[in-house]
């Protein structure tokens, strides 16, 4: 083999060197990278590793966007003007494409009924009528709404006649797909308003227990282990008492977050409060009050920053716990009650032996209650393991 020029490689070379420099480039690279990572990147390379969490990601992605625009999705208003009195209690109605009369290129639904037959105790019997084809559309025009400060009277689907219930009717002739996409909604907003009330408290209080220790430290802890032994039902039971009956859904829902959130500061507070305790000592925060700086800069510069991803992965831990509690409240009727639609207020129509035994289509929305406590249970686990350092990951 001869060289080009002095100091030089050959121009090529054989096709079994040119694959070890290339693989040994890419290992370089990659080791590079991982040591040149930020905290968040080695989070989300770790996270995205967990199919579990991915999934659970990815469904509670779909989630929220239907909660988010559950007004264009939901064909009709949930609340009174959205009744359709003609099919209450109606079973879903499932487009299809065929039938005995032969395929269509559109989907349909069947005209339906009503009738009481004797059969059934004068019971209300919906009858099918075969012949009358109600053509599902996309992008009707319906009810107007408000997403943010724009207003919209589009929708994605309806029928060109009559009105369309994948999930069924309630005993008021509510659509209950409607419904359960605003429920997830106002779900959602309260657990994200009841998080981020606690958040708050738990950094504002957690942060000074942990950092100044001694006396203040000792009546914090006494403050919060108050707050943990507070029974949630009598205290929801006095306080569902006190509201006034006039107060409007808005008011109630805005003060039932409050209370949530003020009840569910105290466990996040302590750890904050215990990583304080430690992270005090070390030298960058001795350097920082050297200089001057006061207790609220270095606990909010210096100190809390250092777990920011912990704080992250508490908070989406504690969330569903959140919507729990707020939806066994509305269930028991301490919490939201009608015309909010919650997962909570749907589920209090479900405990009636009515229900169990003729309408069970009113337990569809609790699927979407048991999958979005899911997903957040299951997302949480992923970024707890992506950011425990001593997890054993590569």
Not at 14 to 26: F, K, L, S
Request: glycine share 8%; charged share 15%.
């Amino acid at each position: 083999m001869t060289l080009d020029s002095p100091g030089k490689l050959p121009a090529t070379t054989g096709p079994h060197v040119e694959i070890v420099e290339t693989e040994d480039a890419v290992e370089r690279r990659a080791r590079e990278a991982y040591f040149t990572a930020s905290q968040r990147q080695l989070i989300w390379s770790r996270f995205r590793k967990n199919r579990t969490a991915m999934t659970a990601a990815a469904l509670l992605i779909v989630l929220v966007l239907m909660g988010l625009f559950a007004p264009f999705l939901s064909p009709y208003d949930p609340t009174v003007a959205g009744r359709d009195r003609d099919y209450t209690n109606g079973a879903p109605q499932v487009p299809r494409f065929c039938d005995d009369n032969g395929c269509s290129l559109r989907p349909f639904i069947y005209g339906v009924t009503r009738e009481r037959s004797l059969a059934t105790n004068f019971r209300w019997v919906t009858a099918i009528d075969t012949e009358d084809r109600r053509y599902v559309q996309l992008f009707v025009t319906g009810w107007e709404y408000q997403l943010g400060p724009l207003t919209f009277d589009r929708h994605l689907f309806g029928v060109d006649e009559g009105f369309i219930h994948l999930f069924g009717t309630d005993d008021t002739g509510k659509d209950i797909f409607s419904r359960t996409l605003h429920a997830i909604y106002t779900s959602l907003a309260v657990g994200t308003l009841g998080v981020l009330i606690s958040f708050v408290l738990a950094l504002v209080i957690g942060g000074i227990a942990g950092y100044f220790g001694g006396v203040i430290d000792a009546v914090i802890q006494m403050v919060t282990d108050a707050i943990r032994t507070i029974p949630i039902i009598p205290l929801f039971m006095a306080v569902a008492a006190f509201i006034p009956q006039e107060w409007s859904s808005e008011t109630r829902f805005f003060f039932i977050s409050i209370i949530i959130g003020f009840i569910n500061w105290p466990t996040l507070a302590r750890r904050v409060r215990t990583h304080l305790l430690v992270e005090r000592n070390q030298d960058y925060v001795l350097a920082a009050q050297l200089q001057g700086a006061s207790a609220g800069h270095i606990i909010r510069r210096h100190l809390l920053p250092s777990f920011t991803s912990y704080i992250i992965v508490d908070l989406v831990i504690s969330f569903p716990y959140i919507v729990l509690s707020e939806t066994a409240l509305s269930f028991i009727g301490l919490g939201l009650k009608d015309p909010v639609n919650s997962l909570g207020v749907m589920l209090q129509n479900t405990t009636s032996a009515d229900v169990l035994l003729n309408y069970q289509w009113y337990f569809i929305p609790v699927l979407f209650f048991i999958a979005l406590v899911m997903a957040f249970v299951y997302v949480g686990d992923g970024l707890r393991d992506a950011a425990d350092p001593y997890g054993g990951h590569k």
